[in-house]
């Protein structure tokens, strides 16, 4: 179908600030050109907000711990940001994460896990499975239900969902209940069928997401590895249910669509989204777009009833 005529709005808005230029910008210059607020909206109202840090592999790791509700014992849904491992932090996704920690209802942990190229693969996929091991040890003291774990994110925090799952379970634990996959990156491969329909001038293209990658592995041979690129996983058998979101106008559309497929097979409880009209990165722009608002009570609507099922 059509762009969604709002998403034509956002994405013009987008557009306007100028896009770089892939062959030379250094990740300096992309951070603070990321950090434009021209587009920034009110905050969702959230019961309560902590900032704190924990032990990590290498230096503390900071997080955010959302409460929507003085109530015990509710879900606890770990969130990794979006921005090709390279952008983003806890306040970029603020009001997402606020939004799904009122949502669901549940205590959401932002974490802000180490970015490339500064720390290359696999700083961020380390700091994101300690941070979860973190989260399931200390879930009854933030008034969780550990039995009710989740790990969540966007592009390339929905990456390193899965790759959390599938080292949670290769590693013995953290128990997790269910994966929250949003647009994710899945994979490296630049040539599917998707990159080639959407072009250029849907807010990412190859040559960023190429960028991307370059920034993150250390050389091509890393790509090659499962908690990289988890759509190379030798086997996804075993691994938490999931819900797995993809967006019609979104070069990684194709790679989501194949995890979620590949998950479905492997036995996995599966529910897979695909949303016509929308762009990479659309549920960032809550309050803006009713796609996105829609799309975010159907994909609450998901998780929960995945999470009702009998383990």
């Known amino acids: 179908m ?8 956002i994405l013009a808005a987008l557009n306007a600030r100028g896009l770089p230029d892939m062959s030379r910008i250094t990740a300096t210059e992309f951070r603070a050109a990321a950090n434009d607020k021209r587009m920034a909206r009110a905050l969702e109202p959230v019961h309560s907000i902590e900032d704190r840090q924990i032990p ?3 230096a503390a790791i ?7 509700e003085a109530a015990e014992a509710l879900p606890l849904l770990v969130y990794f940001h979006g921005g090709g491992f390279v952008l983003g932090a806890i306040d970029s996704h603020d009001n997402l994460c606020r939004a799904l920690a009122n949502a669901l209802p549940a205590v ?17 996929a380390d700091d994101a499975y300690a941070a979860t091991l973190w989260a399931a040890a200390h879930a009854s003291e933030l008034g969780a239900d550990p ?6 994110g966007d592009s390339a925090g929905g990456n390193l969902a899965a790759v959390v799952s599938l080292r949670a379970r290769d590693q013995g634990g953290p128990a997790i209940a269910h994966q929250l996959l949003l647009y994710p990156v899945c994979d490296n491969d630049l040539e599917r069928a998707s990159y080639q329909r959407i072009g250029k001038g849907y807010f990412i293209d190859a040559e960023m997401m190429g960028w991307f990658w370059k920034q993150y592995l250390n ?3 890393d790509a090659d590895q499962a908690y990289a ?29 194949a995890y979620a497929a590949r998950l479905a097979e492997a036995g996995v409880a599966t529910h897979y989204l695909h949303v016509p009209g929308a762009i990479h990165g659309f549920l960032s722009f809550l309050g803006a777009a009713d ?3 829609r799309t975010l009570l159907a994909t609450v609507e998901a998780v929960n009833a995945a999470m009702a099922q009998p383990a």
């Open 2 to 9: 059509a762009l969604d005529a709002q998403m034509t709005g």
């Open 56 to 58: 990590g592999p290498a």
């Open 62 to 68: 900071a997080l955010r711990i959302y409460h929507p």
């Open 108 to 124: 959401v942990i932002s974490v802000d896990y180490r970015l490339a190229p500064e720390h290359k693969y696999p700083a961020a």
């Open 147 to 152: 039995a009710r774990l989740l790990v969540g």
């Open 219 to 221: 050389s091509p041979a």
């Open 229 to 257: 690129c988890p759509l190379k996983a030798e086997s996804l058998i075993g691994l938490p249910s999931a819900t797995v979101l993809t967006a019609e106008y979104d070069p990684l559309c194709d790679e989501g669509e």
């Open 291 to 293: 796609l996105s608002d």
